[in-house]
């Protein structure tokens, strides 16, 4: 069957969820000197999928310690050093799920190199060089993939990043308790779900798709919008809420579904820009916390009660599940996307 692996990796991202929190704190101890020494920022690295990580992690440490963070294609680092590193010692937390990414391998050895440090590495392999050739590395457990897009092992390594950020708060037990809520929040979502997206994806209509997403959910939907682009080989977009209105919002039309990831803070802005595109003809789709005073044609509610910080994972599974299902309607394999392998190596 087209899809089966993808299909196993979205709907047991729950069970992936749980074994990596439940490996988190022995891996953390090995960590905890490292993490907490008096570092200038953090840069969180990767490429593709794990870029897109960067951004979401770095916005939400950020957000959660007051630390300045950033998130940095690993080509960036590894190229442009002298325009991106610091001049002081900046933490360096490397994200990839092969651990074998080339460009994320060069942006570690600048980094060693200019400030003979080593840097945290998450993936999901353990014996990957990047894991081996670090102090400080810690695994997302039960994550690992057949299919080519990356789903769990996204959703996994972004709440290692959390674990991570959480264990540095004076309060972290409580921060803690909510991320072990995130499995059995993630089961309840899909079952909801799963029906509507399938509807959504024999919508012939749709042909143009762009997610919104601003401040802490941005990188998220950057994320959805790659899945929709490798699976399913449509168009697809993403943007700020309000960058959106500056030029690119020309293309919506009533082909266009628009996917909204709201934030708690900024969500009645976030729902006028949305208005404005119903008015152009776009059928919009909103992903929020709670549907009160929401006026969309879709509306996926979350009712986590989990810090809008730690709730990310959350929004993946349905927009993978759509994602995945867009593509079997097309007759595509999402298992293995064109043109595309599990992990990209440049030759020398």
Known sequence: MNGEFTYQEIMGQGESWSKSLAEAENQFKKIIAHLKKPWSEVIFTGCGSTHYLSLTAAARWQSFTQMRARGIPGSEIWLYPDTILPSKDPLLVAVSRSGSTTETIKAIHVYKERFNLDPIVISCYPDSEMMLTTNYPFLATGATEKSVAQTRSFSSMLLMTQ???????????????????LPNAFNILVKKYENIIKHLSKEQKFQKFVFLGSGINYGLACEAMLKMKEMSLSISEAFHFMEFRHGPMSMVADDTLIIGLLNDVTQKDELKVLNEMKAFGATTLVIAESAKDINADYIFELNSGIDPILRGPLYLPSLQLFAFYRAIEKGLNPDNPKNLSAFVELSD
Request: charged fraction near 20%; hydrophobic fraction near 45%.
């Open 163 to 181: 674990y991570l950020m959480v264990k540095t708060a004076s309060d972290e037990i409580k921060f803690v308790n909510q991320l072990l809520q």
